[in-house]
């Protein structure tokens, strides 16, 4: 049976700021924002969520199927995407309007400001997930990551009426939806992914409390950036796993669907999640080498070494069985 991960396609422009931020904030006129940041380089690469997990599944074996919305300036992606093992022919081509562009700038401190625009994303919704049942057969997990709001509501109700698991990701995505629609996408997901503050913020839309969310959910994954992750259900106490650590972070863009990737990836095999987590956070580890986030290639050995370094010689031999399409 196949994965499937829903939601965003785009092109990342990627700028990077000498300076910091903060330092050019002015703490009582921040109503009336007008800034500037002269950046001193850009990156432009492949990106957006679906594509980015799609991409580290590819990597792992999995061939995963892509579905989202483009802009017909698809085609080179397209390319690039079924070459890492992406099945890309349930991605659904606008005839209007161009792939969804996010242009991201990248201060000292690895703070970040983005802006998204969604073009060929708004036809999102149009996209029927029995379509995609049809022709791949029947469906292991459906990831739903930030997209169309409404592609996200109706591919959550399509895995529900058709009894599919599915990996709620809002993410980017909670600020544009009301509580109904939070509750909506979170209830019943077999895993449920945030952040930090997408988890405060996630309490704040849904309006429920961390206890009631974790009642509703088969396991809350939140990364905790240089902290690693937490694995939260309703009947176990959290568990915490450290992140592998690095020098020298490169980009930490797009760092958070390798993670994803690696975690859905080993999960679906049967990996117990604590460890799913491990190899998530080993890929996230050399995601950050890279500047884009489709940049990164996996490894047998390097792989293997972080996550022995990380957490010592059980972890790579409990995993090193569902690595096997790595060289």
């Known amino acids: 049976m196949r ?154 109700a399509a895995c529900r009426q058709h009894d599919i698991p599915f990996a709620a990701d809002p993410s980017q995505q909670l600020a544009r939806l009301n509580r109904a629609e939070v509750r909506q996408l979170v209830e019943g997901a077999r895993w449920l992914f945030s952040n930090e503050y997408e988890a405060a913020l996630l309490q704040e839309r849904s309006g429920w409390t961390a206890d009631q969310i974790r009642a509703r959910v088969g396991c809350w994954i939140t990364t905790l950036g240089e902290d690693g992750v937490r694995l939260q259900s309703a009947d176990r106490a959290p568990v915490v796993i450290p992140a592998v650590p690095v020098e020298g972070v490169v980009d930490p863009t797009g760092v958070g669907d390798a993670f994803r990737a690696g975690f859905v990836a080993a999960a679906t095999r049967g990996v117990p999640l604590a460890d799913a987590a491990r190899l998530g956070c080993a890929i996230a580890a050399t995601a950050l080498d890279y500047i884009g986030t489709q940049e990164y290639r996996l490894y047998r050995d390097p792989l293997l070494a972080r996550l022995r370094n990380a957490y010592g010689i059980a972890v790579p031999a409990r995993i090193l069985p569902h690595l096997r399409e790595l060289t």
């Open 3 to 156: 994965t499937v991960v829903t939601g965003s396609i785009a092109t990342d422009h990627l700028l990077t700021f000498p300076g910091s931020f903060a330092d050019q904030l002015i703490a009582d006129q921040l109503d009336r924002v007008s800034l500037s940041f002269l950046a001193d380089r850009l990156d432009i690469r492949r990106g957006g969520v679906a594509a980015n997990i799609c991409y580290g599944l590819g990597l792992l074996g999995l061939r995963p199927v892509l579905v989202g919305a483009a802009g017909t300036d698809f085609e080179p992606y397209r390319v690039h995407l079924k070459e890492h093992g992406v099945d890309t022919d349930s991605v659904h081509i606008s005839t209007d309007l161009h792939t969804a562009r996010f242009v991201c700038t990248t201060d000292r401190r690895q703070n970040q400001i983005a802006t998204f625009y969604a073009g060929a994303m708004a036809e999102a919704r149009t996209i029927d997930l029995c379509d995609v049942v049809a022709r791949v057969g029947r469906l292991a997990l459906v990831v739903i990551s930030p997209d169309d709001p409404q592609a996200m509501l109706r591919h959550t």
